[in-house]
């Protein structure tokens, strides 16, 4: 079975620093490209990473670029996301997602999602 | 950035209703749209990619149409598993962006 379990979600105060894993099982994962979408509590998906299959190309949402780094270890069948200097606008359900085959980039597998909240 | 609007933002419909779901882009996407289901407490699924392709394990009462600006999503005949949040998303350039949703409630 195709499967993405996203972990690592948690409480954290402003400032803090969380890091986000997706383990992958089903398929190839080294083949397939992988990102995060987020979700804030009632609002809509949001867009925040991608990475391709060999991490050659790594893209950021403006809202997290400098703060977010994501990474994935193919070895592993593991996708992460290491968040820093969090900020309340950051809380949100954060899900992994992988990418169609082809060139539409699509997210045609996701994962249950992890909730991240940043609070004092 | 690509901006993507919904509209409506939210309908009431009944069991059987033909639904139709409208996302215009800021500037021409091709045909890079994709759409999306998404259930309180669930994770989102693809329904569409490519404007119009049926991903597999959808029902056929599904169906995306659309190129260029402006496309549809359109629910043939509702049932009750399809009340729902829909969203477009285009896959043209980076940053990838979602419209802000479409909210399919139970008349």
Redesign the interface.
Known sequence: EVQLVESGGGLVKPGGSLRLSCAASGFTFSSYSM?W?R?APGK????VS?ISSSSSYI?Y??SVKGRFTISRDNAKNALYLQMNSLRAEDTAVY?C?RG?PGD?????I????TMVTVSS | DIQMTQSPSSLSASVGDRVTITCRASQSISS?L?W?Q?KPG?????LI??ASSL?SGVPSRFSGSGSATDFTLTISSLQPEDFATY?C?Q?YS????????TKVEIK
């Not at chain 2, 669930?42 to 693809?46: R, T």
């Open positions: 990102n979408v979700q809509g998906l949001e867009w991608s893209y949402a403006d899900y997602a169609a539409q980039q699509a997210f045609d996701w994962g249950q999602g | 890079y994709n999306y998404k669930k994770a989102p699924k693809l990619y490519a991903q969203y998303q896959s980076i940053p990838l962006t979602f419209g802000g949703g």
